[in-house]
């Protein structure tokens, strides 16, 4: 079985600092990319992060962007999510997903993306 399981979301106030893990069995990351997407209360799901399977390239949402950093260990069974300088805006579940590629490319649609694990949520208070 492929199993991704998050962690570390709580409750923290506007301008902490969160990091997020994202334990992967059954898979490595090593030939699949990873993104960190988030769903707030009555609002759609939306990519966060992205990190090729190298870990070479990366992609940030507009809104995230010089905030966040995604990563991955160098065995590949863990990938990451630091979040700094959270703002209320920030409060959602956030899930990490992984599929298999072929190339080393980011990817920023959830639509492509074979596993998801369960979430955690993240609550930023002011």
């Known amino acids: 079985q492929v199993q991704l399981v998050e962690s570390g979301g709580e409750l923290v106030q506007a301008g902490g600092s969160l990091k997020l893990s994202c334990a992967a069995s059954g898979l490595t990351f090593m030939r699949y990319a990873v993104g960190w997407f988030r769903q707030a209360p009555g609002k759609e799901r939306e990519i966060v992060a992205a990190?090729?399977?190298?870990?070479?390239?990366?992609y940030y949402a507009d809104s995230v962007r010089g905030r966040f950093t995604i990563s991955k260990d160098g065995a590949g069974n863990t990938a990451f999510l630091q979040m700094n300088d959270l703002k209320p805006e920030d409060t959602a579940d956030y899930y990490c997903?992984?599929?298999?590629?072929?190339?080393?490319?980011?990817?920023?649609?959830?639509?492509?993306?074979?596993?998801w694990g369960q979430g955690t949520q993240v609550t930023v208070s002011s």
């Open positions: 997903a992984a599929t298999l590629v072929t190339w080393d490319v980011v990817i920023t649609t959830g639509h492509e993306y074979d596993y």
């Open positions: 990190i090729s399977r190298s870990g070479a390239s990366t």
